[in-house]
Structures are given as C-alpha cells and as structure tokens.
C-alpha cells in the first residue's frame, strides 16, 4: 500500500531555535499534502494545504510565518517551526492525497515535537 | 468553512456487541467521508470510506452509511473485539481535497 514517511520521529529542540519536519510520498506522487496538528486526546487540526509548487495555504489562526511550509517536489513537503517555544510543542502529522487530486489520503506517522 | 461534529466522544460496550458513530457536516461542497482508526501514539489508519454518490458501504463487521441530504454519515462496527478499541475519527473531505475531521470518539470494548 502507499506509504508516507516522516523524519525525524521524534525531536527535541530549545525554546528560540527552528526545527524542520519533512514528509515524503514513498510510492507515489502527491500534488497535494497536509500539515496537521494533534494535542493529546485531541482531533487533528488542519494548519495548512501544501501545494506543489505554489504557496501553502493556512487555515485561520495558524501563523505562516512562524510555520514555513515548502512543498518541493511531488514527493515532499516540508514544515519548519520557526523561533519554536514550549507552546509548540505538539504531535505534527503530515498527509498526502494520491495523484491526481481527489484520490485517497495517506497520513505520515507523525512528529512528536517538544520544546524546552 | 466546513464544520464537522461526532457523538458520542466516548462509547464503551461489551465485546460482540454492535458499536454506531454518528457524525454530521455544514459544507455541502464535501463528497468524500472517510473514517480512521487511531490507536494510541499512532498515525490515523483508514478503516473504511464512503463518497457522496453511494449511500451505503459494508467491509466485513464494519459498515458507512450516509444521507446525503440530511448531511450526517455513520460508521457501524458489529461483533465488536477488544482490538477494536481505539479512538475513530470522522472526516468531511472536499473535491480539492481539504479535510475536515470530527473530534473522535473513544470505543472500548470490553472483554
């Protein structure tokens, strides 16, 4: 079956600093990946749609540039937290629609993020 | 924007007992409603799926219905297993491709 695969896993970072999460499409191709956000015992939040080749778009309330997304090819995205604090910290999930658009979404196995 | 909402947030039964989630959307522009499967520290597994033009859908115990016009769709597990326990998800999903997920709903089983 399609694969989305995160790195790293797991991150630790200091309050201040920037961390970049990557997710990438294994087997297949994705014009289309979302970035979302998971509190403990909570839903997931979108924060934003990463489009290959254009401009993310954020959802309300989700700040662009503290949460720098580029979705450089047809197989990866990427998130960076920027001048991260412990609020931060959090469960970041990534996800990706199979070409062409509309197709099925496929979830990353997520990013525990903690800042100290 | 789409606004979904899911009930109960918390379900227990016993196992072989059947288990129903309920979930409702605003945005009629939504013609894709999948249901995940989470289990603790894990990513969200797809467990079945429905799209707009379908009103019914059956994968061995678990089943989706949907009324599209009254804007709710459903998940149906029957003879329910303790590894069914985990928290499911509900998703509106637009033509584009935007999700939007229900606050999930905790399922024990009980053995």
């Known amino acids: 079956g399609a694969v989305v695969s995160q790195h790293p896993s797991w991150v630790i970072c200091k309050s201040g600093t920037s961390v970049k999460i990557e997710c990438r499409s294994l087997d297949f191709q994705a014009t289309t990946m979302f970035w979302y956000r998971q509190f403990p015992k909570q839903s997931l939040m979108l924060m934003a749609t990463s489009n290959e080749g254009s401009k993310a778009t954020y959802e309300q309330g989700v700040e662009k540039d503290k949460f720098l997304i580029n979705h450089a090819s047809l197989t990866l995205s990427t998130l960076t937290v920027t001048s991260a604090h412990p609020e931060d910290s959090s469960f970041y999930i990534c996800?990706?629609?199979?070409?062409?658009?509309?197709?099925?979404?496929?979830f990353g196995p997520g990013t525990r993020l903690t800042v100290t | 924007g789409e606004n979904v909402e899911q009930h109960p947030s918390t379900l227990s039964v016993q196992e072989g007992d059947s288990a129903v989630i309920k979930c409702t959307y605003s945005?009629?522009?939504?013609?894709?409603f999948p249901w995940y499967k989470q289990e603790l520290g894990k990513r969200p597994q797809l467990i079945i799926d429905i799209r707009s033009n379908v009103g019914e859908k059956k994968d061995q115990r678990i089943a989706v219905t949907l009324n599209k016009t009254a804007k709710h769709f459903s998940l149906h597990i029957t003879e329910t297993q303790p590894e069914d326990s985990a928290v499911y998800f509900c998703?509106?999903?637009?033509?584009?491709?935007?999700?939007?997920f229900g606050d999930g709903t905790t399922l024990t089983v009980k053995p």
């Open positions: 996800s990706a629609i199979r070409d062409p658009p509309g197709g099925e979404q496929y």
């Open positions: 945005d009629s522009a939504s013609n894709y």
């Open positions: 998703a509106a999903i637009t033509n584009a491709g935007k999700s939007t």
